[in-house]
């Protein structure tokens, strides 16, 4: 039985990795007691997907991932079991059984909605360079990686952006939607990178951004 | 005070793994700091994922946190990108339970397990905001107290801690914590405190002693401070039975991997097979062993708590332990636990293969075994018990278990060795390579050698080290007899090891020069890719000291070491007599297998080897 849950990277957790993620979720699956499948082979791995990873620094609200499951335990008992295992920061929204005719996950992914969080900068300043951003025909945005630089073009992933607004001295939120395409999709603190192109003066490292939903087909 | 959640998140984007400073592990403790007597900082001068495998710090965080008076917070080495950024925003070094300062608590432990981390904890102690020199020190700041190995020959950090814990900490941290905690009631003035610790059994108080220099050695002799007297002769703390010991069945979950990912239990204490270059061999003595009883339920209870797919049943000899067969076949077969066995530190023989082949990683994973010298009559020197029979016997079982990947594991530059000895190191390794043939596979042999460094304690702290050029000429020597398909050559620093000898068996005097290199920014120097050797020959030139004749020099029999009156309970005639045996190629059983061989600790210490399941260890020989 496959089992799909929707889950909190919370704001304590927001600074693990996807990796990470992943363990910690096998580790209070163990603690958990699910009956867990194993994969075949030479090092059997529990059969767990962890969907639409979060870089290191954001969280997630409505977080995903399927595990396969030997037999067809109760979803109240397994939810209950699950939730008393997680780790300070995690949290579980909801359990449910998914069927075995369901697209892959990665393909029903449409976007994800993003707030973020800045400090130290006027909205309007946010909200020029935005425009300047969104009239734009394409911004071409060097990701450094360890052994490569990666030049994509943030444009067309950015659906769209909210109303900046003032949340208290010297700090503005605003939402982002950005686009997901067959898996493939670019960081929130990317565009905030690009927006010096345009004006803006921000350090995107000290950015709070969370994922609020993933947005479906 | 700390940075706030809010304000640390917003800067948290600038360091590589921010998840090391956060905390949250699942089953941390937090416990309300001003409702307790004594908040005590666990500072461990290494990264994150380091310390927190660190079993040690474990247990000791687990029995301080059971005090109800005490409250135990964690605070490990931040990477150089943070110590930056602490020092960018002005925020000190913070726990990572209450993100609170270092200087903040009542007592700062640090865990002393590598001479290499010294710099870090002058960083640490800067860092958090506490004077880095004891004598700096008054009644509002923290007492800076140091545990582990290295605080069996802590004089380089002398000037700095102002109490050592020597031996077995699970009673005689809690021994500390109460001094403590009956001075601050009374109120009482900081000198009265030192005092008062050097009454502890276990507990070395710098300050309490002048150190007297003369053509016999160095040595630390106490002060007459109105009467009072620091015992000349500070003895290691012994438990007398590990079986009867806290164990931290609950320990807290990093949400980051650690170095060790995976559960430990200890299953026993000690090591009799006394190899005279190994310092852990000497300083934890003797043999204490746990039940297999109490083996079985504490690995259950870990995996149950941790929820780990993997428990190793850690000591420093595994294949020693009187049930390790016993041990691994219920928890794997019995009744099955549900998680992998492992076993580090395996013996070079085929008891060794057969229980690494029965843990079932020959499938996926090499196996490691250590030899430490490729000649007989090296390996005899050094007292490594095993034949070159035995290690082919060893790579013949290993084979037919599967394995094709072995790991050997050598050391160059021991007391004695000639180029021949090194030599067959890599004669070894291609005999072991033409074994793994003949039985029809590709084998690959990876030779792994490291610097024998001369550690305090031990039948080899009379010996000199060899200078990195001379390593460097060995290593390339080896190097080039190890050429060849199916042979491959690791091998460690040599300067990195030069730095070890020097601080292993440093004096007072080093402290003048671990200050100027930490001054100059040295941190993290056992790390290749950070530690700084010009600043390091800098700061030796400019405090006047010489580290070659720290490092390099043969001592005389009779020479008084800075660590003579430290006692780790094994006499200094045996390390000199297993000395004399060394040069005559002579070995000395295990005392577990039925005879005591005369160390002393049993007897002077009035302790024991505690084997399981009630058999008879030996009956030392008093006083000889
Ligand atoms: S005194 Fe004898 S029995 Fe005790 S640890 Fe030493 S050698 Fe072994």
Same mark, same amino acid.
């Given at each position: 039985m496959r089992v799909r849950a929707v889950y909190e990277k919370g704001d304590r957790v927001r600074f693990l990795g996807h990796l990470d993620v992943g363990r910690c979720l096998k580790l209070a699956l163990r603690r958990a007691g699910w009956p867990v499948e194993m994969s075949q082979g030479f090092s059997p791995k529990p059969k767990i997907s962890v969907y639409a990873p979060l870089p290191v620094g954001v969280a997630g609200h409505r977080e995903y991932f399927d595990a396969v499951l030997s037999g067809r335990p109760d979803i109240g008992a397994l939810a209950r079991t699950l939730a008393s295992s997680l780790p300070e920061g995690f949290a579980l929204h909801e359990l449910y059984p998914v069927g075995?005719?369901?697209?892959?996950f990665e393909e029903t992914v449409k976007a994800s909605l993003y707030s973020v969080d800045m400090e130290g900068v006027e909205p309007e300043a946010i909200r020029r360079a935005l425009d300047a951003f969104l009239k734009a025909s394409q911004v071409l945005f060097d990701v450094v990686r360890p052994n490569e630089v990666k030049t994509v073009d943030l444009r067309p992933f950015v659906l769209g952006v909210g109303e900046p607004e003032e949340a208290g001295a010297d700090r503005v939120v605003l939402d982002m939607t950005i686009a997901h395409d067959k898996g493939r999709t670019v960081r929130p603190q990317w565009v905030i990178a690009s927006l010096a192109e345009f004006g803006l003066n921000a350090d995107p490292r000290e950015a709070i951004i969370d994922r609020r939903k993933i947005i479906f087909e | 005070m700390g940075p706030s959640w809010d304000d640390l998140k917003r800067q948290l !984007? +600038?360091?590589? +793994?921010?998840?090391?400073?956060v905390g949250g592990e699942l089953g941390a403790v937090r416990k309300d700091l001003a409702s307790v007597d004594v908040a005590f900082a666990l500072a461990f001068p290494d990264v994150y994922e380091v310390g927190v495998s660190h079993l040690g710090s474990l247990i000791i965080y687990s029995i301080l946190n059971s005090l109800d008076f005490v409250a135990c917070e964690r605070v490990y080495m931040p990477w150089t990108d943070m110590e930056q950024l602490l020092k960018d925003k002005g925020w000190p070094l913070f726990s990572i339970e209450s993100r609170v300062p270092l200087a903040s608590f009542d007592i700062v432990g640090f865990s002393l397990q590598y001479e290499l981390t010294y710099t870090n904890i002058l960083a640490m102690l800067d860092l958090g905001g506490i004077p880095l020199r004891a004598e700096d020190r008054g009644d509002s700041h923290p007492l800076v107290i140091a545990g582990g190995p290295c605080a069996m020959a802590p004089e380089p950090l002398a000037d700095f801690v102002d109490a050592f814990a020597l031996g077995d900490g699970e009673e005689l941290v809690v021994d500390i914590v109460r001094v403590y905690r009956d001075w601050k009631k009374e109120g009482a003035s900081r000198r009265e405190l030192l005092k008062r610790l050097a009454g502890v059994e276990g507990v070395y108080v710098p300050s309490l002693y002048e150190v007297v220099r003369d053509e016999t050695g160095t040595r630390a002799v106490p002060k007459d401070l109105d009467g009072f007297r620091a015992p000349p002769v500070v003895r290691r703390r012994v438990l007398k039975s590990l079986e009867d010991a806290p164990y931290p069945d609950k320990p807290f979950i990093p949400l980051i991997p650690p170095i060790h990912d995976r559960a430990m239990v200890e299953i026993f204490r000690g090591c009799g097979q006394g190899c005279r270059f190994c310092q852990a061999g000497m300083l934890y003595r003797p043999v204490r062993e746990r039940e297999p009883e109490t083996v079985d339920k504490l690995a259950r209870e870990v995996l149950k708590h941790s929820g780990y797919d993997e428990v190793s049943l850690v000591s420093l000899s595994s294949a020693d332990y009187g049930f390790i067969k016993e041990a691994v076949s219920r928890l794997l077969r019995k009744d099955p636990c549900g998680a992998r066995v492992s076993l580090p530190s395996l013996r070079v023989d085929s008891f060794s293969v057969g229980l690494a082949e029965m843990l079932g990683s020959s499938a996926t994973s090499g196996l490691t075994l250590a030899p430490?010298? !490729?000649?007989q009559r090296m390996r005899d020197a050094i007292n490594k018990r095993v034949t070159e029979e035995e290690v082919l016997e060893a790579a013949e079982s290993a084979f037919s278990a599967g394995y094709s990947h072995i790991k050997l594991y050598f050391m160059i530059g021991l007391p004695g060795e000639t180029d021949e000895d090194v030599l067959d190191i890599a004669r070894l390794a291609s005999r072991i390579r033409e074994i793994g043939r003949k039985m029809g596979k590709r084998p690959t042999v990876v030779v792994s050698v490291s610097g024998f460094v001369p550690k305090p304690h031990t039948p080899f702290q009379w010996e000199p080290a060899v200078p990195p050029d001379e390593l460097k000429r060995r290593q390339r020597l080896l190097r080039n007899a190890l050429r060849g398909p199916g042979l491959e050559f690791r091998y460690h620093d040599a300067e990195l090891s030069a730095l070890e000898a020097v601080f292993a068996r440093g004096d007072r005097r080093l402290g003048a020069a671990l200050e100027a290199a930490f001054r100059k920014g040295?941190?993290?120097?056992?790390?290749p890719d950070q530690v700084r050797f010009e600043a390091w020959a800098e700061a030796f030139r400019e405090t006047g000291i010489d580290p070659a004749g720290y490092a390099y020099r043969e001592r005389p029999r009779d020479e008084v070491f800075p660590w003579d009156h430290l006692s780790s309970g094994v006499r200094k005639a045996f390390l000199w007599r297993e000395r004399e045996k060394s040069r005559e190629a002579l070995t000395t059983w295990d005392c577990?297998? !039925?005879?005591?061989?005369?160390?002393g600790i049993c007897g002077d210490f009035g302790v024991a080897v505690r084997l399981a399941g009630g058999r008879k260890g030996p009956s030392f020989e008093a006083g000889r």
């Open positions: 075995d005719g369901e697209p892959p | !984007g +600038k360091v590589e +793994k921010p998840a090391r400073y430490e010298a !490729g000649s040295c941190r993290f120097d056992a790390w577990r297998e !039925g005879r005591c061989t005369g160390c």
